[in-house]
């Protein structure tokens, strides 16, 4: 695609409900990576893709989430149990290889637990 | 570890004035690249401009500009001519350079405001 895609836009669930989250990256791009942007705060690296390489999931706040990326292109991250601190906007960044120095941004999704 | 640091929370800045807005980081790398991005309502992160370590000289895209100051560990962006939709969160961050190095280190971000 043109861009980075991202869905849902908004999202709100249930304390305790899974969600999971997409990103479609763009066309070519062979990393792929989740930030997570807490009100009031910078974003906050979660896990990183490159190609078929296993993920760095260095970033992952705990347990409870996960990602994906089938066919080197779509990443899901998965939010199991959801936890009210776990409400913020979740971004999706690809770039055309790891040292690519330029990382393109999706417009994130917002995730609210209530 | 790389940290990010910027001071300012909050700046205003009248139409068609200048607005510097400050940034510090911390690393024991030499070679690195920083960067400004933007973030409109739209959360959309937006690249404003980059600087490479190596280079002495400070990067400029139209009415955006930067003081890099490598000693200081010191970045900061001007905007001069502000205009309207210059208003957003502006993120400073940072990259070390080289092979295995892919994520990005923010600050927390400064949310600037354009005065008609």
């Known amino acids: 695609g043109a861009g980075v895609s991202q869905s849902p836009s908004n999202k709100v669930t249930e304390k305790g409900k899974d969600v999971e989250l997409r990103c479609d990256p763009i066309s070519g791009h062979t990393a792929l990576y989740w930030y997570r942007q807490s009100l009031g705060q910078g974003l906050e690296f979660l896990i990183y893709f490159q190609g078929n390489s296993a993920p760095d999931k260095s970033g992952l706040p705990s347990d409870r989430f996960s990602a994906e990326r089938t066919g080197g292109s779509v990443s899901t991250l998965t939010i199991q149990r959801t936890q009210q601190e776990d409400s913020a906007v979740y971004l999706c960044a690809s770039s055309l290889k790891a040292t690519g120095i330029q990382a393109f941004f999706g417009q994130g999704t917002r995730l609210t637990v209530v | 570890a790389q940290t990010v640091t910027q001071s300012q929370p909050e700046m205003s800045v009248q139409e068609a004035e200048t607005v510097t807005l400050s940034c510090t980081y911390d690393t024991s790398e030499s070679d690195y690249y920083l960067f400004w991005y933007k973030q409109p309502p739209s959360r959309q992160m937006i690249l404003v401009i980059r600087?490479?370590?190596?280079?002495?000289q400070n990067a400029t895209e139209n009415r955006f500009s930067v003081n890099f100051q490598k000693a200081a560990k010191s970045f900061s962006l001007k905007i001069s001519d502000s205009q309207l939709g210059d208003a957003a969160m502006y993120f400073c961050a940072y990259k070390v350079f080289g092979a295995g190095s892919y994520q990005l280190t923010f600050g927390k971000g400064t949310k600037l405001s354009v005065i008609p």
């Open positions: 600087q490479e370590a190596y280079k002495q």
